[in-house]
């Protein structure tokens, strides 16, 4: 019980910047930013957008086994999700959804030392209104301790 409070616990230290506000961007489906001038938009609307995190898994920790992230009330995140190697290829993953909670899990289990890049490919989002923030957390292999990882703010536009 004690190692694996420490193997969290340093887990958990090692990863604790692993996603900013920097890798977190927002992108038109076109990937072009907009640009809006002048224009007057209605409470009530939407924009589909592309939300794209970055995530480091430290070297000499426990592979990762599942990613889990809370999505803001204010956007609607759609099943079309890649999450890609730092090498830019595909990996092998499982979704499931809970309520506002997105399970993503490496059956492969060997996700460790690496970049994640993970491409929400079409979010329903408002034009106006508060930030949409994410909250991250991962789970160990052999371990099902869900340890925070970060957050991740998108601003409307």
Do not use: C
Request: charge should be positive.
């Amino acid at each position: 019980m004690k190692k694996t409070l420490i193997s969290a616990a340093a887990f958990a230290l090692a990863s604790a910047a692993l996603i900013s506000a920097g890798y977190a961007t927002a992108k038109t489906d076109n990937n072009r930013v907009s640009n809006v001038n002048d224009v007057n938009f209605s409470p009530n609307s939407w924009q589909i957008v592309k939300h794209t995190f970055q995530v480091h898994i430290p070297q000499n920790n426990n592979a990762l086994s599942q990613l889990i992230i809370d999505t803001p009330s204010s956007v609607a995140v759609s099943n079309d999700i890649d999450v890609l190697n730092d090498k830019g290829q595909r990996i092998n993953i499982n979704i499931s959804v809970i309520g506002r909670r997105i399970l993503i899990d490496f059956p492969e289990k060997v996700i460790s030392n690496t970049k994640l890049v993970i491409e929400f490919n079409k979010v329903r989002q408002p034009t106006v209104g508060s930030a949409s923030v994410y909250s991250f957390w991962a789970k160990a292999v052999g371990n099902d301790t869900e340890i925070p990882i970060g957050t991740a703010e998108f601003s409307t536009f």
